[in-house]
């Protein structure tokens, strides 16, 4: 088996079809291929919807469990996975027609670890008017050879960690034990942090893989909440471990600690637009205190003024951080422009 495509389901019953469908055409024999569906305990008619699908493909398996959120839905679906290579695209975005199939020629071909592809945003209203070959694939197919760690440096940002556009090699994730952390939204974060950091070969590739659902998702981090806020400290914390990682170069160490700021720039931005009360405010920095006891920014003179008040003034360094998110591109990026 070459390729275990694993589809989380949770109450996307309007999505879920034209996910499916779009996986069905890419021109790979469905003998070298499984598609695994982790029914999530969806609570709407997300599973009938599919059911014909499901009747009419022999290398479709389905597992079904109680709600217990994305993180073990994709847990679970790569413990049963007999590919070489794992897919795990969101079950409310589709992929590109005809295109997955380079992109797994090129990773059976050099078996490496990571093959990180391009994706395209378009609304949620303007997908059901794509007409057939749209939207247009990239002229001509160009992967580049790196290590993981020198994809790290050249092409994560924080808030683009997405698990979707990627192939990872199975036994890879099974040698290094990575999984996503049970219980937690923002599970990308941690994980793909890691997963970049230990591989020990990566390809990446200039070609259209993904269709991503713009809207559908829409600034998702403006409705912060008590419970999110706690799964994003956790995120953040996780990722945090990684700077006691052996072997990480002085510049490996650098964007990680770099990434770590933004994403907390991003938590306590978020927090400040939605949470108004002074009391959840302090809520949310100790959550943070207590995920990351070891939370220290030192690149220039301003994080390390907004480290000492985090610890000590923490009222002081959630206006001083606020008023330094505005200005940046976090606004920009958590408003959706």
């Given at each position: 088996m070459e390729l275990s495509v694993i589809i989380p389901v949770y109450n996307v019953e309007k999505y879920i079809r034209t996910c499916i469908e779009s996986i069905y055409r890419q021109g790979l024999s469905e003998d070298h291929f499984e598609v695994i569906l982790v029914n999530d305990g969806t609570q709407d008619r997300s599973m009938e919807v599919i059911a014909d699908i499901i009747e009419a493909h022999k290398n479709i398996t389905v597992i079904n469990q109680e709600n217990q959120g994305l993180s073990m839905a994709r847990n679970n679906g790569i413990a049963i996975a007999k590919g070489d290579y794992i897919l795990m695209p969101d079950s409310d975005?589709?992929?590109?027609?005809?295109?997955?199939?380079?992109?797994?020629?090129?990773?059976?071909?050099?078996?490496?670890?990571?093959?990180?592809?391009?994706?395209?945003?378009?609304?949620?209203?303007?997908?059901?008017?794509?007409?057939?070959?749209?939207?247009?694939?990239?002229?001509?197919?160009?992967?580049?050879?790196?290590?993981?760690?020198?994809?790290f440096l050249n092409d994560l940002v924080p808030y683009k960690c997405y698990v979707w556009r990627t192939l990872y090699k199975l036994d890879f994730l099974k040698s290094k034990k990575l999984y996503f952390v049970p219980g937690i939204r923002y599970e990308d974060l941690p994980f793909t942090h890691e997963v970049y950091l230990k591989a020990e070969t990566s390809l990446r590739a200039s070609w259209l893989l993904n269709i991503y659902r713009k809207g559908r998702k829409?600034?998702?981090?403006?409705?912060?909440?008590?419970?999110?806020?706690?799964?994003?400290?956790?995120?953040?914390?996780?990722?945090?471990?990684?700077?006691?990682?052996?072997?990480?170069?002085?510049?490996?160490?650098?964007?990680?600690?770099?990434?770590?700021h933004d994403s907390v720039t991003a938590l306590i931005y978020s927090m400040f637009y939605t949470m108004k009360k002074t009391t959840q405010q302090l809520q949310v920095i100790n959550m943070l205190k207590h995920e990351?006891?070891?939370?220290?920014?030192?690149?220039?003179?301003?994080?390390?003024?907004?480290?000492?008040?985090?610890?000590?003034?923490p009222y002081l360094y959630i206006v001083f951080r606020a008023y330094i998110a505005k200005q940046n591109k976090w606004r920009r990026h958590l408003l959706g422009h």
């Amino acid at each position: 088996m070459e390729l275990s495509v694993i589809i989380p389901v949770y109450n996307v019953e309007k999505y879920i079809r034209t996910c499916i469908e779009s996986i069905y055409r890419q021109g790979l024999s469905e003998d070298h291929f499984e598609v695994i569906l982790v029914n999530d305990g969806t609570q709407d008619r997300s599973m009938e919807v599919i059911a014909d699908i499901i009747e009419a493909h022999k290398n479709i398996t389905v597992i079904n469990q109680e709600n217990q959120g994305l993180s073990m839905a994709r847990n679970n679906g790569i413990a049963i996975a007999k590919g070489d290579y794992i897919l795990m695209p969101d079950s409310d975005d589709l992929l590109v027609e005809n295109s997955l199939k380079p992109l797994l020629d090129k990773a059976l071909e050099t078996r490496a670890d990571l093959v990180v592809a391009d994706f395209v945003e378009i609304h949620d209203e303007e997908i059901a008017a794509l007409k057939p070959g749209e939207p247009r694939q990239r002229e001509r197919f160009v992967c580049k050879e790196m290590t993981g760690k020198e994809l790290f440096l050249n092409d994560l940002v924080p808030y683009k960690c997405y698990v979707w556009r990627t192939l990872y090699k199975l036994d890879f994730l099974k040698s290094k034990k990575l999984y996503f952390v049970p219980g937690i939204r923002y599970e990308d974060l941690p994980f793909t942090h890691e997963v970049y950091l230990k591989a020990e070969t990566s390809l990446r590739a200039s070609w259209l893989l993904n269709i991503y659902r713009k809207g559908r998702k829409g600034a998702i981090t403006l409705g912060l909440d008590m419970p999110r806020a706690h799964d994003w400290c956790v995120a953040i914390g996780k990722t945090w471990e990684l700077t006691h990682m052996e072997g990480l170069s002085t510049t490996e160490m650098y964007k990680l600690k770099e990434n770590l700021h933004d994403s907390v720039t991003a938590l306590i931005y978020s927090m400040f637009y939605t949470m108004k009360k002074t009391t959840q405010q302090l809520q949310v920095i100790n959550m943070l205190k207590h995920e990351v006891p070891e939370l220290d920014f030192d690149h220039g003179l301003k994080q390390r003024m907004e480290t000492w008040l985090f610890w000590h003034i923490p009222y002081l360094y959630i206006v001083f951080r606020a008023y330094i998110a505005k200005q940046n591109k976090w606004r920009r990026h958590l408003l959706g422009h």
